[in-house]
């Protein structure tokens, strides 16, 4: 069982940034792989960015050059660090983990957050 606590949304003007925070808490083996997903009104979840444990990152094409995603595998954290930020970058962002509940497990569940505001607006 893993439980996501997202923070650090709000209010931003155009080409201003935010910082994201995810912490991951409960109980696992391990976390393979940390990100970012996010939802407009009328709209279906999209990627944001994602981040393995080792490192590897993957980035949505609207947002590549502009956010930057890391994670700190002590403390089962992953942040978005946000710059340049659009009016289109508008939306309720989840964070996501795939994890292995167990030593022994075979395949990883994904968890989520509950989300957090951005809005980019003057």
């Known amino acids: 069982q893993v439980q996501l606590v997202e923070s650090g949304g709000g209010l931003v003007q155009p080409g201003g940034s935010l910082r994201l925070s995810c912490a991951a808490s409960?109980?696992?083996?391990?976390?393979?792989?940390m990100g970012w997903y996010r939802q407009a009104p009328g709209k279906q979840r999209e990627l944001v960015a994602t981040i393995t444990k080792s490192g590897s990152t993957n980035y949505a094409d609207p947002v590549k050059g502009r956010f930057t995603i890391s994670r700190d595998n002590a403390k089962n954290t992953v942040t978005l660090q946000m710059n340049s930020l659009k009016p289109e970058d508008t939306a309720v962002y989840y964070c996501?983990?795939?994890?292995?509940?167990?030593?022994?497990?075979?395949?990883?569940?994904?968890?989520w957050g509950q989300g957090t505001q951005v809005t980019v607006s003057s």
């Open positions: 996501n983990a795939e994890a292995f509940e167990r030593i022994w497990s075979t395949s990883a569940f994904n968890y």
């Open positions: 409960g109980t696992f083996f391990s976390i393979y792989s």
